[in-house]
């Protein structure tokens, strides 16, 4: 069953439409507060379809374990749900999560399946334990083994219910994901939620004109280390008001500028995404895209639109002499060495490669062939010298590929920077 899920999954994110829709909180919501945003949602104008809402709990405000009113209100304006449970809660907490859950399930049967389109056991839980969630002062986290148990939970939950065939993944940002101890966790769910702030980005380059490279590197390095499943884009977006940080810059004009480059990608490259947020009054930041209905700044997207992700499946070749530059469609390095009969050696630093006017390089693997042995060059290239007798004027043919990075100094000494703001249920 997790395999065919995953067929099917893999092949939503490329051949059909992608699913487009608003996180939604459950403070203070009730069916009205919930039916009237959905509405509000599917009818704004420039963003066409966005008639999915994610959530963040099953179990309505103000009660133990009732089914949260956003399911009746998703019935009744045709909303699908990307449900999810609370999971930086203990056992008997997050039993009334599983109790909610399974009183959905009888409760609005067939009518609220229907609507699913997979359930989330967990919110930012391994970025809030992190080092830079715990500095952040982000709140209560949950470790990787504990979510590894509750999602096994909810498997065992839905089987042989209407919700059986239905994904199950997790929420968190890319910083942990790619940390090898969460190995667990990407193993054990059918999609990866993934959170997103450039804006919040504030050890990197993270003003507006790198908002979607740095958006899109996130992506690249989480699909590096995502076994292959798919990822959906639980949470981004850019403030149209509040204090800067870092080089970014909370406006209007710059929440327009990441939406175009952002939401419109994901649009046109068909995957799944879930925008922070439909309104925002009176937060700061304030991410909201609409105010009672209007919305703030053009949402259109065409065809073309969007920032072109750096993991782009084709790959470029490039030249490298002895002295001499490398460049490739993402970036350009250049390097100089010796060689001796025996070996060779090559290091560079980054040079100012553009895509779409944003500065980067790539990482590279080399190969060439040459009469003297091998040698080892800066971005983890490695090479062998097939030079004259001296060693004179070597060429190497090096293939640029995967993810390009940000030029942040040596090709091989790229640090990964700390983010996000933590958002409550």
């Known amino acids: 069953m997790k395999s065919s899920i995953l067929a099917i999954l893999g092949g939503a994110s490329t051949a059909l439409a992608a699913i487009k829709g608003f996180n939604y909180a459950s403070q203070g919501q009730s069916y009205d507060g919930f039916a009237s945003q959905f509405k509000t949602a ?22 133990t374990n009732t089914p949260i009113d956003a399911i009746q209100a998703a019935i009744d304006t045709n909303t699908t749900l990307l449900l999810g449970l609370w999971a930086s809660v203990d056992q ?9 859950l399974k009183s959905a399930i009888q409760q609005y049967g067939s009518s609220f399946a229907d ?31 504990t979510l590894v148990d509750y999602i096994g939970q909810v498997r065992d939950t839905i089987k042989g219910t209407s919700l059986a065939s239905k994904p199950v993944g997790h929420v968190d940002t890319w910083n942990v994901y790619v940390n090898e101890t969460n190995f667990n966790v990407i193993s054990s769910c059918d999609f990866l939620g993934l959170d997103e702030y450039p804006y919040f980005q504030t050890t990197d380059s993270n003003s507006i004109d790198n908002g979607g490279f740095l ?45 175009q480059d952002v939401a419109c990608a994901l649009e046109n490259r068909g995957i799944n995404f879930w925008w922070y947020i439909l309104a925002d009054a009176g937060a700061s930041p304030s991410f909201g895209v609409s105010d009672n209905g209007t919305p703030l700044y053009n949402l259109a997207c065409n065809a073309t639109a969007g920032y072109t992700s750096t993991s782009s499946a084709s790959t470029s070749t490039a030249t490298a002499s002895k002295n001499g530059t490398s460049t490739a469609s993402h ?6 060495g010796s060689a001796t009969l025996t070996t060779v050696t090559a290091s560079g630093t980054a040079g100012a490669g553009t895509s779409g006017g944003i500065p980067q390089v790539a990482t590279a693997t080399a190969s060439a062939t040459a009469a003297g042995g091998s040698g ?14 001296t060693g004179t004027n070597p060429v190497a043919t090096s293939t640029f590929t995967g993810a390009a990075v940000k030029a942040q100094g040596s090709m091989a000494g790229l640090a990964i920077g700390a983010l996000f703001a933590a958002f409550a249920l």
């Not at 599917?42 to 009660?63: H, K, P």
């Not at 056991?121 to 080092?131: F, K, T, W």
């Not at 390095?221 to 080089?247: D, F």
């Open 215 to 259: 958006f899109f590197q996130a992506y690249d390095r989480v699909a590096a280390v995502a076994q292959g499943k798919p990822i959906w884009i639980t949470e981004a977006g850019w403030p149209t008001s509040g204090p800067a940080s870092n080089l970014a810059v909370a406006s209007v004009d710059n929440a327009e500028i990441f939406w």
């Open 115 to 145: 609507l699913v389109v997979g359930i989330s056991v967990g919110s930012e839980d391994l970025y809030r334990i992190s080092a830079t969630g715990i500095a952040a002062g982000s709140g209560v986290g949950q470790s990787p083994d």
């Open 376 to 389: 080892t060059g800066a971005g983890g290239a490695t090479a062998s010298q097939n030079g004259d007798a």
């Open 42 to 63: 599917a009818s704004l104008a420039g963003a066409n379809d966005f008639t999915s809402a994610r959530l963040y709990t099953m179990i309505q405000e103000g009660t």
């Open 331 to 336: 970036g350009s390095g250049s390097g100089s």
């Open 92 to 100: 008997a907490s997050f039993d009334n999560e599983i109790s909610a």
